[in-house]
């Protein structure tokens, strides 16, 4: 069924709001979650919130965490995210580092104890519209494996570079994976299969039974390139903020593990802007399909985006059923006790 | 023919000296070269040397220079590689980011009007062999088509990432093409069709015809996601040095042109070293073909290094002739007044 992004976003900020969240709070989780539903990217979107509720309620989500603050240097931040809600206590930080990295041309963050970020190039593209450079990645269970082994020992550990640009700045939000386990389960419920390469079983063996894959792994892509990327991802985050390495991760995809991943961010200033014209000169380049221009990281979502603000978004109706009803009757939240006590972060 | 390391490393440092470059940063120039040979990426290797010759002798590369250092801030160095050699440059500023990264936690260089660094994982090695984490990446000559477009625009724009970990750090060292231009040049001496998929020709048809391939593009590794990683980390960096949009750079691959690429290092200070047994966890993880285990990046590479350190290097016959030629009889260098004063850079 078709919602518009405004009522998709006013039911998830009540769904939150009554779990506990700080309006702030609630608002900032609910923007990630619709935004990935404007950009067609619903692995990210509405269906995290359910699960995200009943984090709330086994308490390891604290809707009220801001994330507690150590600056290590006037460009280096290390957050203890105290089970926050991954959007505010990512955003705050960020906001932090955004500011310290005009003043100081680079800064960085690194953030553990959060909840799950969503879409990852969400952030980029906030640092990149207020005008500096952004790498931001983060980890998650293990769910691919290495090129030339049979089981899921990786995470699917994104990589996000926001950059700015008229009129939208260049955002590349790319998991290491070949595809998302969303869209296996995706195929799963439709009985449609997967391609041949995407996915082994359980045992290890090439399968394209979406069942099968989702007790299996997922395929890195681009072959061994990918495999090394998404490892070497996954290493430098855990190295640098002390998360648990992939294949411990847990908290992401399930309704009662703390969350071990990492998130690292860098921020860095620019001296000038040739991204634009060269972008205008890529997008304006022969494409081999005279029917299918070249497009640039970002071009696909932003048009999808806009078209949402005018049509809505496609929301499963069982999903919508479940939002309106969790509105209704808030779950109850058992860790209230143990929460941060702050109504909303400062920024 | 085989050559053992250090007489290769002496031949190479010999002709940097005749060609006007000071000790030290002819040997900072030969260990990266040589360091390519024994890893077996010769595209990287001892064939760049008679160019960089002809680029001293035509006064776009400087044998003397050490680079101007403008430190934004206690963590952000920007560097003016004053048409230096890439390695002696990229060293000097790595070591001086390096002990900031120790005291602040991060630091960043960004470098322009440098000469080509050669392999950039040599760099990332050496920072996690100091026990920080280094992101680096560096743009290069457009030789890469867009997902999609069928002419050159987007340079291989590598990416290398270290980790501290034993016995050996994680070094990822992966361009964002399929595969390198030298391995299109390699397969058109010998006669040897490309696979299907690898490169377009001139009119920006697929062909499997290498010496076609060298006047048309090469494609992106992984497809879409490949084309959107290495247009982001070209526009990461020209954004943020200032250097050349990727369509516009010159100077790695010719004999004449300035420099006008842009390198860009980040280093990260870690907080715990969970990584060695996350990494020995991959090696013992069942592989699909039992002959095959599984290997992290950089375990080959240093394989075949070790190799080398006993075994010699294969140099192609003519290239060493060459090189002996080019040591016995130094290069005209027109360019010298114009140069660096210093013999060294400090370090």
Redesign the interface.
Known sequence: MQVPLATARAVATDVLVGAGASAQHAEQQAAVLVDAEARRVSSHGLLRLPRLVRRIANDVADPLACGRHDW?????L?VDGQRGLGPPVALHALDAVITAAD??????V?ITNNNHLGMLGYYARVVARRGL?C?AMTTSEPLVH??????A??GTNP?A?G???EPQP?V?D?ATSMISMGRVHDHARRGVPLEPGWA?DAE?SPTTDATAAMHGSLAP???P??Y??G???G??V?????S????DVRGTLDDDQPSGKGD?F?V????????T???D??RA?????PE??????GDGGEARARDAASAGIDVDEGLWSELLALRLSPAPTAGAASRGSEESCRL
């Open positions: 290590v240097s006037p460009s280096y290390t003043r100081h041309g680079v800064a960085a690194s450079a790498l290495p090129w030339g082994g049979s089981r020992m990786v990589l570079i950059v700015p640009a260049l590349l790319m082994l290890g892509f681009g072959g390139k990918g090394a990327l490892l070497a991802l290493a430098i855990s190295f640098v903020t002390g648990a390495p992939d294949v690292l860098v860095v200033k620019g001296v000038q802007h040739p991204v014209a060269f972008l000169q890529i380049t022969p494409p081999t399909d299918r221009p070249v497009t640039v990281p």
